[in-house]
């Protein structure tokens, strides 16, 4: 069955309007729908309710411009550039099954198509027996350096050798493919910390970045996962996967206005091309069909 998307879902509340308070309860429901996750939707649909009857507007595209203002106040784009002749550490982060090894490789892509030099894979989730291999098949393909250890090898020392080849050559940048066993929240911040110092110690200042991969498709559990994320080990910026905007996209909303982190990349199929800078009005633009 096809996606119905909430710019179809909204333009078909427009088309039976009957009155305010109906349109209202629908377009709460239809965000939620949508991922904009129960406590958002309200927010939002309160404080549109009052704008339009402040400013006594009636029209669809009057109403759609100010959801749309509504909604930029909470989506966040960022730009991740490494520092040339700098060691720059980016521990990438995310539950296992989101496409967090193959968004490793993506970015490592990504980054030498943009000409930078130097780009080292570190197989820091060393639980995994898989994520090794596929990590190393990913480093072959794409033409760029992996560093890995033994299966059940400290993911710490992966790092430090990571960034000690990238400092050897000048600098450049370690992408850290971390395990993504999220167990409970206590182990989970018990092994993050000894490589979030590694990482912070390996890189030059201002140059550690901490990278969550969410799978949009997962709804508001991508957003627990960001929370536990966040507060284990604070996080700079998240990479969506699996991204249809206009279908499940709403996400990105819950996630800036509760976590106010902003979104580096989306990624939108399996090839090492499907990656793409987030771009927050786009975004906002299909979510709404405008």
Not at 174 to 202: P, S, W, Y
Not at 250 to 271: D, M, R, Y
């Amino acid at each position: 069955m096809a996606k119905v998307s909430f710019a179809q879902k909204i333009k078909k509340l427009f088309l039976s309007y009957s009155s305010d308070d109906d349109f209202y309860d629908n377009l709460t429901d239809a965000l939620i729908e949508g991922d904009v996750g129960a406590k958002t939707a309200v927010e939002l649909t309160d404080a549109l309710r009052a704008i339009c009857k402040k400013n006594h507007i009636k029209e669809e595209s009057d109403i759609m411009h100010e959801l749309r203002q509504l909604l930029a106040q909470h989506v966040r784009e960022v730009t991740l550039v490494p520092e040339l002749n700098k060691t720059n550490v980016w521990m990438v982060l995310g539950v296992n099954g989101v496409g967090k090894t193959t968004s490793v490789a993506k970015i490592a892509s990504w980054y030498k198509e943009q000409k930078y030099e130097n780009i080292v894979l570190a197989s820091a989730d060393t639980f995994r027996a898989a994520a090794i291999e596929q990590l190393a098949l990913h480093g072959e393909q794409i033409g760029v350096r992996v560093i890995s250890h033994q299966h059940g090898a400290d993911p710490a020392a992966v790092v430090y050798d990571a960034a000690d080849a990238v400092r050897a050559k000048g600098g450049g940048l370690v992408l850290a493919d971390t395990a993504g066993r999220l167990h409970n929240k206590e182990n989970l911040v018990r092994e993050l910390e000894k490589i979030d110092r590694t990482c912070r110690q390996k890189a030059d200042n201002g140059c550690y970045k901490r990278l969550l991969v969410i799978d949009v498709t997962t709804g508001q559990n991508a957003l627990r996962q960001a929370e536990v994320f966040n507060d284990a080990v604070g996080l700079d910026a998240l990479i969506l996967t699996k991204y249809d905007s206009t279908a499940k996209g709403g996400i990105a909303v819950s996630i800036g206005k509760e976590l106010n982190l902003p979104i580096a990349f989306i990624c939108t199929g399996e090839q090492y091309k499907d990656i793409s800078l987030f771009d927050a009005q786009q975004y906002i633009c299909d979510f709404l069909g405008l």
